[in-house]
């Protein structure tokens, strides 16, 4: 049965940094892309950042420079920091599996808040 599960959101002030991170249990890790989705209030979830069992990432516009993701195989766990936030970057983010670097695949984890406000 896959699960995947985050932590590490909370409240930060602008400029600040945060790092989340998602445990993945099951038989998703291997040959997937994992990816960070986000979801603010009144629009639709979105890709963050993805990054394919080789090594290979894709950042949203929004992030690029700024927010890096990594995963480690081994541990089953994939990672985001994140670096100069800025307060539209607050939104509930979601760690995803079983997709690839461009789309989501079907499994979700219930969510982490992030929110950046002064």
């Known amino acids: 049965q896959v699960q995947l599960v985050e932590s590490g959101g909370g409240l930060v002030q602008p400029g600040g940094s945060l790092r989340l991170s998602c445990a993945a249990s099951?038989?998703?890790?291997?040959?997937?892309?994992m990816g960070w989705y986000r979801q603010a209030p009144g629009k639709q979830r979105e890709l963050v950042a993805a990054?394919?069992?080789?090594?290979?990432?894709n950042y949203a516009d929004s992030v690029k420079g700024r927010f890096t993701i990594s995963r480690d195989n081994a541990k089953r766990m994939v990672y985001l920091q994140m670096n100069s936030l800025k307060p539209e970057d607050t939104a509930v983010y979601y760690c995803n599996g079983g997709g690839t670097l461009y789309s989501a695949g079907f499994y979700w984890g219930q969510g982490t808040q992030v929110t950046v406000s002064s």
């Open positions: 099951g038989d998703i890790f291997s040959g997937y892309a």
């Open positions: 990054m394919s069992s080789r090594g290979s990432t």
